[in-house]
């Protein structure tokens, strides 16, 4: 089915929600980081369409991406590059961890 074409169940059709539609999601999210869900919820369109535009907007480099357990996190480094951390926090050190590693290898510590 092409992508042009309208879907029965889309509130909203793909001709309706451009990229620069998506970006401006992220203009006004609390949250630097955003979901597919997010952007079908502010847009009115389907997640499936959303997380498309998502994707188009990540291969142009316009946005990046990271899985954190089952939800893939979305964020414009371009719009994210002028928000501010609030002055009364301060960085913390976690010192180190394997975490990642743990991950990757399939182990998880119950300790």
């Known amino acids: 089915m092409s992508e042009t074409a309208q879907h029965d169940d889309d509130p909203v ?24 869900r997010d952007v079908a919820a502010v847009l009115g369109c389907t997640q499936d369409l959303a997380r498309r535009r998502l994707r188009q907007l990540h291969e142009d480099g316009r946005v990046k991406r990271r899985k954190s357990g089952q939800v893939v996190l979305w964020w414009s480094p371009e719009i994210n590059q002028g928000r501010t951390r609030p ?10 961890t394997d975490a990642v590693e743990m ?9």
């Open 103 to 111: 991950v990757r290898g399939g182990e998880r510590d119950e300790n």
């Open 13 to 36: 059709g793909p001709e309706d929600v451009s990229p620069d539609d998506v970006l401006a999601v992220f203009e006004v999210a609390e949250s630097p980081a955003i979901t597919s």
């Open 87 to 96: 002055k009364d926090l301060e960085p913390v050190d976690v010192g180190e």
